[in-house]
């Protein structure tokens, strides 16, 4: 029976207390198990203790996949994904804008293993087909991107990698599986920083891969070297926490629609980032492979304000490093998901030390508008240095 988003959410890949019959999965948090008379020889490192074998399952019903993994973070998922498909003297081929975390570890790292890469000049389908090589092995994007949410067409970069015997890698995690099933339009493999709006609480690190039997198999052979598995306390509060994810992501999608329409109309903003709005360059491509917009959404400020003085002067909306949590966040990236990319990479990029990087939460919309006003109202005042209290 095919079941709907919230019924996967909240019973796929749940343990059964057949003990005591209680209504969440039990917690098992051995790291030691038998090893004879088992069908399973289970152990951390090798990705199937009860909880991470559970959820693994939820997350592959999420992801239309046949299986998936678990990961330490996302950069475990990432880095493991890629180096199991890659090997000394192959080719990847990368789409230019990309989390600065995947950035930094492609071009400081791949040379180490004699990996070639090359990062498009645009994301157009023959930006990708013009940098592959006799030696290119897989293609990965990123889309919705981050922070500029540019939208790159899924079932062409597919294409293009079934054309070229290539492998096609996809970093899902602005959409969610909420929003967007890449598998459904031809990806092979899909990856999540599952410590976004699978956990959706800013209080789990976690990766996430899925794809078919196969390629799983491939990338746990490389996964049981590296270590990179997640402790079973932390697999059962993300279990947990998938449970609202598609509750938390569809409030998150009405806001960010929400905040972004609120923020292009207004004065004191000069640009918004959010494939949800009609005037953003790839909202028709969004149409065709989004069920909904997603939680991210970008903007400058006009230039006479500072942006950092902006973020400070914010009362509700709290600056903090990470994303995609029930509570509105904002950051720069030029100074943290993107500081390790060199300024000029980020202009070549399009993100400026301006750029303000907005995860919007559950909140009532008409308070984030009302923070943004009197954080604006405040910063502009303290620049024309006018003292706001009363004369004594």
Known sequence: MKK????????????????????????????????????????PRYFNTPNQVALSQKIAALEHAEAAMIFGSGMAAISTALLAFLK??????????????????????????GIEYSFTEGLDPEDFEAKIKKNTKVIFVETPSNPLLTITDISAIAGIAQKHGLVSMIDNTFASPVNQNPIDFGIDIIIHSAT???????????????????????????????????SDFTVWLLERSIKTMGIRVRAQNGNAQAMAEFLD????????????????????????????????????????????????????????????????????????????????????????????????????????????????????????????????
């Open 4 to 43: 709907g988003l919230n019924t996967i959410c909240t019973h796929e890949g749940e343990i059964h207390d057949e003990q005591f019959k209680g209504a969440v999965s039990p917690l098992y948090m051995s790291t030691s198990y038998a090893f004879e008379d088992v069908e399973v020889k289970r152990y």
């Open 196 to 230: 976004k709006y699978m956990g959706g609480h800013s209080d789990i690190c976690a990766g996430a891969v899925a794809s078919t039997h196969e390629y799983m198999d491939r990338i746990f052979q490389l996964g049981k070297n590296l270590g990179g598995s997640l």
């Open 88 to 113: 000394t003297g192959d080719h990847i081929v990368l789409q230019k804008t990309l989390y600065g975390g995947t950035y930094n570890f492609v071009s400081e790292e791949f040379s180490k293993y």
């Open 265 to 392: 109309a207004h004065s004191e903003i000069d640009k918004v980032y959010y494939p949800g709005l009609p005037n953003h360059p790839d909202h028709d491509l969004a149409k065709t492979q989004m069920r909904g917009f997603g939680g991210m959404l970008s903007f400058e400020l006009n230039p006479k304000y500072d942006a950092s003085q902006f973020q400070k002067a914010l009362e509700l909306i709290k600056p903090s490093m990470s994303l995609a949590g029930v509570e509105s966040t904002v950051l720069s990236p030029a100074q943290t998901s993107h500081a390790l990319i060199g300024p000029e990479e980020r202009l070549n990029q399009g993100i400026t030390d301006g750029l303000i990087r907005f995860s919007v939460g559950i909140e009532e919309p008409e308070d984030l508008m009302a923070d943004i006003e009197q954080a604006l109202k405040k910063i502009s005042v303290e620049k024309m240095g006018l003292n706001t209290n009363p004369i004594v």
